[in-house]
């Protein structure tokens, strides 16, 4: 069996994230969605990822109550990730096995990534190579993220499978060369390493 370098992302690929869950003990399951969309979360959250700080970007949600509870996301974050994706870290484990190179590319917040890894610590010790966007200024679907991780971890674009939640993740790291599928669920994903004669 020939070594491949599998790329992993980790938010919806390996750990899931509710960001809601953050605000759910205080406003309610569809209260937290709500706050969530009103203070255009996901999109300030998606600056973060990129490097910017959050209590830089609190300052752009306009109402006090909200901007308070938005302040406080980076110390509730553990919240947000209490679920491994088990079938995905099991395929994880076999890919090991076989002698693969386990590497991981994620669009992460550089104050949340720490927290993340209260509650999956494994997160910083299973991969060869990590890149983590907030800390690099960088993120996915960019061109650079994918060949800072090739670089780092001396390897071609070619030799590498990338998996993402994401179509446009996906369609970026086809872009630099990789080959890339979208994650689904994880029996889907075992099917796409089974065909490439990877387990």
Request: net charge negative; hydrophobic share 45%; glycine share 8%.
């Amino acid at each position: 069996m020939t070594k491949r370098h599998i790329i992993f992302d980790i938010g919806g690929v390996l750990v899931e994230w509710e960001p809601h869950l953050a605000w759910s003990d205080d406003l309610g399951q569809d209260g937290a969605r709500d706050f969530i969309a009103r203070t255009n979360f996901m999109a300030l959250n998606s600056r973060a990822d990129g490097g910017e700080r959050f209590d830089q970007l609190a300052a752009e949600v306009p109402n006090a109550d909200d901007r308070d509870l938005f302040s406080e996301y980076v110390s509730r974050y553990i919240r947000t990730v209490p679920n491994a994706i088990m079938g995905t870290w099991d395929l994880l484990d076999q890919l090991m096995a076989a002698g693969h190179g386990i590497h991981a590319i994620t669009n992460w917040s550089a104050e949340t990534w720490p927290e993340g890894i209260k509650v999956h610590p494994r997160l910083d010790q299973v991969f060869e190579t990590l890149v983590v966007s907030g800390r690099e200024g960088v993120k996915k679907p960019d061109a650079a993220i994918f060949e800072l991780l090739c670089e780092r971890a001396d390897i071609t674009a070619h030799d590498c499978l990338f998996i993402d939640d994401g179509a446009h993740n996906v369609a970026g790291a086809k872009a630099v060369g990789m080959d890339a599928v979208q994650f689904i669920d994880s029996a889907t994903l075992e099917n796409d390493f089974k065909v490439r004669g990877l387990l």
